[in-house]
């Protein structure tokens, strides 16, 4: 099962489940309210049913949300109404495919881990980013959580019930950041049973 079908199939639960991490998703975006300006022209890769595009697309020039999941998006687009942001749009692509206008900031949000060519993705973040760029990310330390993650998630994936999960610690991700050229300007780690790393990087 690609990425995309599993995503598409598992979109009209995801879109009903609570966030899991109420106080964790609380913090992050209000520290990205107080990052993101007016003038920013905003991308998030990744963007699910786009809950989190319509909480920050108010305070920002644009904002493009895309996902692989075309069930994803869709359901992201029937929550636009009369009141949505004009400048809020959704597409299907896939993270490593990135639209070509221009942007001030992309946001990544519990996709990092998700990316099976995330080395290849990166360098197109950083390419897509003009220097004082900024690169937005939350992403899951599976190597940092619960020992038995790493082990059962490729079983689960074996039968469909699991898509590819990439197993990293917070120092492999910051070395991935500042190989793909960004500079690290703030972290924060979130507990759980896979922790959770906030990040902003910066493009020089």
């Known amino acids: 099962m690609t990425d995309a079908a599993f995503w598409d199939k598992a979109a009209p639960k995801y879109a009903t489940d609570p966030i899991s991490d109420m106080d964790g998703y609380t913090e992050t975006l209000d520290r990205m309210k107080a990052i993101l300006q007016p003038h920013h022209r905003v991308l998030e890769m990744g963007c699910g049913t786009g809950s989190t595009a319509l909480e920050l697309a108010p305070g ?3 904002y493009i949300g ?3 999941s075309a069930m994803m998006v869709e359901i992201a687009q029937a929550k636009q109404s009369d009141d949505t942001p004009a ?3 959704f597409a299907v692509h896939a993270a490593d495919d990135i639209p070509a206008a221009p942007h001030d900031v992309i946001i990544a949000l519990n996709l990092l881990h998700l990316v099976e060519n995330l080395e290849v993705t990166l360098d197109r973040v950083y390419e897509a980013l003009p220097s004082g760029g900024l690169f937005i990310a939350k992403t899951g330390l599976l190597r ?10 490729p079983v689960m994936r074996a039968f469909g019930k699991a ?3 990439r197993s990293m610690k917070g120092p492999e991700l910051t070395r991935l950041l500042e190989d ?4 690290i300007t ?11 790393m906030f990040t902003v990087a910066r493009k020089p």
């Open 60 to 62: 920002v020039d644009r």
């Open 66 to 68: 895309t996902d692989v």
């Open 87 to 89: 400048q809020l749009r």
């Open 144 to 153: 940092d959580g619960n020992f038995l993650l790493p082990l059962i998630i």
């Open 163 to 165: 898509p590819f999960v």
């Open 180 to 183: 793909a050229g960004f500079e």
């Open 186 to 196: 703030e972290q924060l780690t979130q507990s759980g049973i896979a922790p959770r």
